[in-house]
């Protein structure tokens, strides 16, 4: 299922369709159950971010915050119950 949302989001990309792009990426950080998922499609959103969108730089910078602090606790997580 990641493919197939990975592709839908480039097939808007290379139609230009920006405000999609944003959208998909956006329903399935939210809609995803598997928090690894949705931290590497967080981190792919705000590289998107950073390289095409005419967006301010707040906007990838609090994806990557959000997606570091997943990361940050799964470690704790794991750690602790490993």
């Known amino acids: 299922m990641l493919q197939v949302a990975y592709r839908r989001i480039n ?10 792009v944003c959208a998909l990426y956006e329903h399935y950080i939210s809609n995803t159950k598997n928090k690894v998922i949705s931290n590497n499609m967080a ?16 906007v990838p910078m609090k994806l990557f915050m959000y997606s570091t602090a997943i990361s940050c606790v799964f470690f704790l997580y794991a750690a602790t119950h490993f």
């Open 43 to 58: 981190i792919k959103y705000a590289r998107f971010c950073w390289k095409v969108c005419t967006m301010c730089v707040s």
């Open 11 to 20: 097939l808007e990309r290379r139609c230009n369709n920006m405000d999609n």
